[in-house]
């Protein structure tokens, strides 16, 4: 598609899985994908680029990349993505990539993503396209009975639905801010799933410094909102 431009090497480790994280709510999926890049040392084989998406480049230790990225590991090719996607070309972004995806064999797609709900926990929730492929999920997470899915997320498991591949969505239970505990939890979802071996206790570091933080900004807030106000004095003249 014009509107989507991939260059990319080809995935190595055919029939390959393929898992999918953009930033969303609490970035859970993109946090949960990057993080996971990291810790199992994937190769950089390609990009995503477009006219559409924001006019924006993300550095990492004084060197630019792309936001949208593909990296490769074994069987799995992972898409990660730095910027949020405009609803407006969902639909696109995923069909481009999808398209791409056509030339290849695919085993399954993952969608990570996150979901704000009113409770405090941190569990996920799954779905998938067939019968089969949810099996493979309801072991080790909540099936999600109904809802909806939206944004990139939703355009992807709707569109997978239509082509027939197999895929699950798995939806971080969080907040709507910055959420590494909701992601370590899809990531010890994935680490079952797979037979994976991700270390998550770093992940969690990280959560607790977020929280740490935020509680500070919190209290320096309420701190504020608490000061003595200065009194206005009556004007003479």
């Not at 260059?7 to 930033?23: C, K, N, W």
């Not at 060197?63 to 730095?82: G, T």
């Amino acid at each position: 598609m014009e509107e989507i431009k991939i260059q990319s090497d080809a995935p190595t480790g055919e029939p390959i899985r393929v898992l999918v994280g953009f930033p969303g709510s609490g970035l859970v999926g993109s946090i949960a994908l990057q993080y996971m890049v990291d810790q199992m040392k994937c190769v950089h084989i390609g990009n995503v680029t477009s006219k559409y998406f924001p006019a924006v480049a993300m550095m990492m230790n004084g060197l630019v990349n792309v936001p949208v990225r593909f990296y490769e590991k074994d069987s799995f090719l992972m898409i990660v993505a730095d910027v949020p996607i405009h609803p407006m070309i969902c639909y696109e972004v995923a069909n481009g990539i999808l398209d791409w995806l056509g030339n290849y064999q695919v085993e399954e797609i993952v969608i990570l993503a996150g979901i704000i709900t009113n409770e405090p926990g941190k569990r996920v929730f799954g779905v998938a396209t067939d019968e089969g492929t949810l099996k493979k999920a309801e072991e080790f997470c909540e099936i999600l009975p109904m809802g909806s899915i939206s944004g990139i997320a939703g355009s992807f498991l709707s569109e997978c639905k239509l082509r027939g591949l197999p895929a699950i969505g798995l939806l971080g239970e969080t907040v709507n801010t910055p959420d590494p505990r909701a992601s370590a939890s899809v990531v010890t979802v994935l680490n079952n799933i797979y037979n994976l071996e991700i270390d998550i206790a770093p992940l969690l570091e990280q959560a607790t410094e977020i929280e740490a933080m935020m509680q500070k900004v919190a209290e320096q807030v309420q701190q504020a909102e608490t000061m003595p106000k200065k009194e206005h004095l009556p004007m003479y003249g």
